[in-house]
């Protein structure tokens, strides 16, 4: 069986399948590593988001 990480954010820890609620929850992560990385990931593709011209309305 493939084992997943997430990220909680209520404990700011790693938990594996068993934990906190999915609401409370990023992932699943394939590594504890990059589940340790959650927060970083979300920010970086925020930014990416952020600007990307498909998402921003550039016309206003």
Not at 2 to 30: F, I, K, N
């Given at each position: 069986?493939?084992?997943?990480?997430?990220?909680?954010?209520?404990?700011?820890?790693?938990?594996?399948?068993?934990?906190?609620?999915?609401?409370?929850?990023?992932?699943?992560?394939?590594?504890?590593?990059?589940?340790?990385?959650?927060l970083?990931?979300?920010?970086e593709?925020?930014?990416?988001?952020?600007?990307?011209?498909?998402?921003?309305?550039?016309?206003d």
């Open positions: 069986m493939d084992e997943h990480y997430y990220y909680c954010l209520t404990h700011h820890a790693v938990e594996g399948e068993v934990g906190c609620t999915a609401s409370q929850r990023l992932g699943p992560y394939p590594t504890r590593e990059a589940a340790e990385r959650a970083e990931t979300v920010a593709r925020n930014a990416a988001w952020d600007n990307d011209p498909r998402w921003n309305d550039l016309d």
